[in-house]
């Protein structure tokens, strides 16, 4: 049985090649069973479920790297000095390669995100789903248009983004985010009197989380270090290059509640615009 094995063995290390593909197979099997165990029957994956789905990637890759250098570790020596005249050329060729490696170095190192925080790199925002030694996945999220919604479309950005784009960590837009309604009037009217029966009424909207929101805030302040704008509705106006008037409106609220409320302060608006000024009243 030992002699079997031996030769078994033996055979295996004479034709590396196919020893190679075998261990990459039967990893890659391995993997497999280890992503559908983590993955389940559910519909949609989990926070928790991506970040130990992209552990058990990077760990197979790294895995299979360790293993196929100690196979080929004779080979590799001596090609590396053989290629001692090429390495500048090499170096070069693979100067992206090197920077995805460094920029998750610098990822990991800098703890600027993690799975299932929402960030943005350069003019893209999205959601992490998984990051790995080469690249970070997300699935991209309509921030830039006012939105809070999936788009549906995922992004693959290299790990060298890092070095030319700041990343900008937008987790806490999750829960609540300060979302802001600008609203355009072309005549030139005082719109200020309107002003305190829209608190009231934006403040009506938000009554039933108001208190959540608070306390929310709180812990992004402490979090944070900073004194951020607060709960309560805020309310401005500026002026237009042609004369027009801009009403600028934020309020903090749930994410998944922004566009409603959108809604409803536009209609509020407009109905006390139109009761005050009449119908000679353009907004």
């Keep these: 049985m030992a002699d079997n094995i031996a030769l078994v063995i033996d055979f295996l290390f004479e034709h590396k090649l196919f020893f190679t593909a075998l261990i990459i197979v039967i990893i890659s099997l391995i993997k497999h069973v280890i992503i559908t165990a983590i993955r389940g029957d559910v519909a949609f994956l989990s926070d928790v479920q ?3 789905m992209s552990r058990t990637k990077n ?3 790294v895995l299979t790297i360790l293993i196929l250098f100690l196979l080929w570790q004779t080979e590799v020596s001596k090609f590396a000095l053989s290629v001692t005249a090429i390495a500048i050329a090499l ?4 100067k992206e390669i090197i920077l ?3 920029g998750s170095i610098q990822r990991a190192s800098s703890r600027s995100f993690v799975i299932g925080d929402w960030i ?3 003019n893209i925002y999205g959601q992490v789903i998984e990051h790995n030694l080469m690249a970070t996945v997300i699935q991209e999220i309509d921030l830039q248009n006012g939105q809070y919604h999936f788009t549906g479309k995922t992004a693959t950005l290299p790990n060298s983004m890092f070095f030319t784009y700041a990343v900008k960590n937008h987790n806490f837009l999750k829960r609540y985010v300060y979302h802001h309604i600008t ?4 005549k030139f009217d005082n719109l200020y009197p309107l002003f305190p ?3 009231e009424q934006i403040d009506h909207h938000c009554e039933d989380f108001i208190e959540v929101a608070k306390r929310y805030n709180g812990v992004i302040e402490k979090h944070a270090g ?4 607060g709960s309560e509705p805020h309310i401005h106006v500026t002026s237009g290059a042609t004369g027009e008037q801009n009403v600028h409106i934020m309020i903090f609220c749930p994410t998944e509640r922004a566009i409603e409320l959108d809604a409803l302060i536009r209609q509020d608006f407009m109905q006390a615009y139109h009761q005050q000024f009449g119908t000679q009243a353009h907004a």
């Design 197 to 199: 029966a829209l608190i």
């Design 59 to 61: 760990g197979v890759f």
């Design 183 to 186: 609203i355009t009037v072309t």
């Design 100 to 102: 995805c490696f460094t």
């Design 91 to 94: 170096v070069i060729a693979s």
């Design 226 to 229: 900073v004194d951020l704008p």
């Design 50 to 52: 991506r970040k130990w």
């Design 120 to 122: 943005e790199v350069g």
